[in-house]
């Protein structure tokens, strides 16, 4: 059973960056896809970015191409966000997420079982 841990979020200015971290436990991420969902409100939550834990796979959303780089430490079990070049349409709240197996180019919510908890992205004008 894997548990996913966020943190980080917080108020930037627009240009400005963050990083979120989201940190597993209860078991080895082998074979499992890792995606970063965002959902802003009144808005559906989007796939932002995702890859397979053992590489060959990355998925990006064309807003954020350029911007926001996914990562993982194996060692540290964890994965990050990097978001860079923040803009006004990136305040959201966002999960990170897994699911045990499939492509990362799935983009549906419900592909994925299991979730953090959420923080908030906030961006200044």
């Known amino acids: 059973q894997v548990q996913l841990v966020e943190s980080g979020g917080g108020l930037v200015q627009a240009g400005g960056s963050l990083r979120l971290s989201c940190a597993a436990s209860?078991?080895?991420?082998?074979?499992?896809?890792m995606g970063w969902f965002r959902q802003a409100p009144g808005k559906e939550r989007e796939l932002v970015l995702a890859?397979?834990?053992?590489?060959?796979?990355?998925n990006y959303k064309d807003s954020v191409k350029g911007r926001f780089t996914i990562s993982r430490d194996n060692a540290k079990n964890t994965m990050y966000l990097q978001m860079n070049s923040l803009k006004a349409e990136d305040p959201a709240v966002y999960y990170c997420?897994?699911?045990?197996?499939?492509?990362?180019?799935?983009?549906?919510?419900?592909?994925?079982?299991?979730w953090g908890q959420g923080p908030q992205v906030t961006v200044s004008s």
């Open positions: 209860g078991g080895t991420l082998s074979g499992h896809v």
């Open positions: 890859i397979n834990w053992s590489g060959g796979c990355i």
């Open positions: 997420s897994a699911r045990s197996g499939g492509s990362c180019t799935y983009t549906a919510r419900a592909s994925y079982d299991y």
